[in-house]
């Protein structure tokens, strides 16, 4: 069993940045797979940005050059810094860990840009 708990989503201005932590706990060390996804009002959720064990890193076209997605092994944690975000950014974030074929998700946490 893996357990997720994201933070630090927000309320922000276009333009201005967050940072997202998704602290992970129990059987980490079989995680292969790292991502954020996220939700927006009426949408589907799609992946953002994903982080292998080997470093391998991946965007969707929209945010390239805007986020970057890291990872901390010692604190079990990955992070995705968002710069110069825009109103369509807003929506529910989600950490997820993809260990064999078994997946785990975090609660969510909402990211709102406003003009």
């Known amino acids: 069993q893996v357990q997720l708990v994201e933070s630090g989503g927000g309320l922000v201005q276009a333009g201005g940045s967050l940072r997202l932590s998704c602290a992970a706990s129990?059987?980490?060390?079989?995680?292969?797979?790292m991502d954020w996804y996220r939700q927006a009002p009426g949408k589907q959720r799609e992946l953002v940005a994903r982080i292998s064990s080997g470093g391998g890193l991946n965007y969707v076209d929209s945010v390239k050059g805007r986020f970057t997605i890291s990872r901390d092994s010692a604190k079990n944690t990955v992070y995705l810094l968002m710069n110069s975000l825009k109103p369509e950014d807003t929506a529910v974030y989600y950490c997820?860990?993809?260990?064999?074929?078994?997946?785990?998700w975090g609660q969510g946490t909402q990211v709102t840009v406003t003009q």
């Open positions: 997820h860990a993809k260990d064999g074929p078994y997946d785990y």
């Open positions: 129990g059987r980490t060390f079989s995680i292969a797979v």
